[in-house]
Each structure stands twice: as structure tokens, then as C-alpha cells.
């Protein structure tokens, strides 16, 4: 058996944050003598190492706790998959270290994708903490939407390259997704509005209608009376309150023109020049127009 203070010596942790951890149950003593010392056998020192992982992956204390506690809770795999997590973060790491010795030696790098998204996943956290019983509704479970959060960690390049596409910096991403949140109730009512008043099938029929002839002209009035149609399908009182990004609109109709993906599977679905023809339609329609325009930005 150790004491608390050959375990802190032990550990580099200082006792009073051991004695914390006995208080809020995360991490509890082999035994309490009747003099009131705490004792630590070898078994619970593993247990300690466990607690150890999680926080090095930012776990809260209290999700820490509540997996621990979890009489599914698997430890060799919670082993592996923090392997893998711990991993991620030594490749970021080795990014940022990278991108630091590129720019020490006078290199100009625009190197974006080496910081992290710290600030979304605390407002995410946040959200999680003050809103658990819709957490649940959306997601099914806490930690369902735990899992969300580290697998947008694993790809966090990819999010940090979309945020500052769609909305021009991180922090402009940041911002966005914290006023999403402030109206995600309401937002998912409008949501299940919008399938049930049949908005999802009437937005398909006016594609088909407005992809039925691509050798139109994609300005004619005509067309834009179909984009524009498509662009206020929504009422007021039924358009969710999302902020998608200022450059959402820039980002989509260049996706139509230009990204292999896109252009494949539009061209697949209605046919040859479809993804051009609502690329341009688009282009022609946002001349002279801003995004505030439909309200959804």
C-alpha cells in the first residue's frame, strides 16, 4: 500500500488534486485508515493511469467518471482507442511543430489546417452540459455525441478546411456554430415542419424542373425564376435560424462547376451538364445579390 503522498511523489500529481478526485468519486483509495489516511494498492494505481489517458485526451473529470463507471466499460479497449486518439494529437503536434520551423526560417506558410478547433469543442461541451435531455433526443445517448466529438477531432484538418471555406476563419466558425446552438430546439422543430408541410418534395421537384432542358439558356428568366423560387420555398416562420457561412453560396456553386465529385454525381442523377447547368444558374443568380437576401446566411 502507498500514501497519498507517495502516490503524488509517485505520479507528479500533487495531493490536493488527488484528494479531489476521492471527492467527486472519479478516483477513490484502496482503503481509508481509522486515522483517516488514505492508501493505495497497485490495482488502483492502473485505475489512475486510466483517469490519467482520458484528461490527456481532454476528457471532462465527470465523463471520465460516468465511463469508468459504465459496467460495459472495456479496457483493453479503451486502451486501443485512446492509441489511436493519442496518436492524432502527436501527428497535430507534429504539424504545428513543422509549420513553427517553416516560418523560424523565414519560409511564408499559410498553413491553416495545423491549429485546432479548441473553442468549438468547448462550446460543444458547453451545449451538451446545459442541454443533455435534447443531446439525447438528436443523438440517442451522451455518449453517441461523444463519439461525434472525437471522430471530428481524428479529422480535425478537414473541419478546420471546410470551417474556414464555408465561413472565412475559424473563429468566424466558432461564432457561427455557438449562435446554431442558441437555437437548436427551435431549429430541429423546423426541421421536422419542413418534412411534414412536404417542403423536401416540392425542393425536388423544382431541381427536376429546373434541370429538365440544360441546353436552355441557365440566365433566361425562366431559370431564374426556378432559382429563385428554390431559394424562397420556405416560409418565414418555418426557415430554420442557421448561420451556414458567408461564403456558403460562393463554396456551393463553385462545387458545381468545378469539383469532380459533385459534377459526377449531379451528372449521374439528371443527367449530362446538369451540375454545370445549376453552376451557372447559380453564378448569374447571386450577381448583384447577397445571402442576407434569403435570410439562412
Not at 440517442?140 to 477531432?153: I, P, Q, V
Not at 433566361?220 to 426556378?226: A, L
Not at 463553385?254 to 459533385?262: Q, R, T
Not at 445571402?291 to 446566411?297: A, G, L, Q, V
Amino acid at each position: 500500500m502507498r500514501t497519498i503522498k507517495e502516490v503524488a511523489g509517485l505520479t507528479g500529481i500533487s495531493v490536493r488534486t488527488l484528494q479531489y478526485y476521492d471527492e467527486i468519486g472519479v478516483f477513490k483509495p484502496t482503503k481509508v485508515t481509522d486515522a483517516g489516511y488514505r492508501l493505495y494498492d497497485d490495482a488502483s494505481l492502473y485505475v489512475l493511469q486510466q483517469v490519467l489517458f482520458f484528461k490527456e485526451l481532454d476528457f471532462p473529470l465527470k465523463d471520465i467518471k460516468r465511463i469508468m463507471e459504465d459496467p460495459g466499460f472495456d479496457k483493453l479497449q479503451a486502451f486501443k482507442e485512446q492509441k489511436a486518439l493519442l496518436t492524432a494529437k502527436r501527428d497535430r503536434l507534429d504539424r504545428l511543430l513543422d509549420l513553427l520551423g517553416k516560418l523560424e526560417r523565414g519560409e511564408a506558410c499559410m498553413g491553416f489546417q495545423a491549429f485546432n478547433l479548441d473553442g468549438y469543442y468547448q462550446i460543444m461541451e458547453q451545449f451538451k452540459n446545459e442541454n443533455a435531455e435534447a443531446v439525447i433526443k438528436q443523438w440517442g445517448s451522451l455518449e453517441a455525441f461523444d463519439a461525434l466529438l472525437r471522430r471530428m477531432k481524428d479529422h480535425e484538418d478537414t473541419l478546420i478546411e471546410s470551417a474556414i471555406r464555408y465561413h472565412g476563419s475559424v473563429e468566424q466558425y466558432v461564432a457561427d456554430m455557438k449562435e446554431n446552438l442558441s437555437h437548436f430546439s427551435e431549429n430541429i422543430e423546423k426541421m421536422e415542419r419542413i418534412k411534414e408541410k412536404g417542403y423536401v418534395e416540392k425542393n425536388q421537384e423544382l431541381m427536376e424542373e429546373l434541370l429538365q432542358d440544360v441546353s436552355k439558356d441557365a440566365h433566361s428568366q425562366e431559370i431564374q425564376g426556378i432559382i429563385d423560387e428554390m431559394m424562397h420555398l420556405l416560409d418565414d416562420q418555418d426557415r430554420p435560424a442557421m448561420k451556414i457561412g458567408e461564403n456558403y453560396w460562393t463554396v456551393l456553386t463553385d462545387g458545381y462547376l468545378h469539383n469532380a465529385d459533385i459534377i459526377k454525381a449531379m451528372d449521374a442523377r439528371y443527367g449530362a451538364g446538369a451540375s454545370r447547368f445549376i453552376g451557372e444558374a447559380l453564378r448569374y443568380y447571386w450577381q448583384g445579390r447577397q445571402p442576407d437576401d434569403i435570410k439562412m446566411r
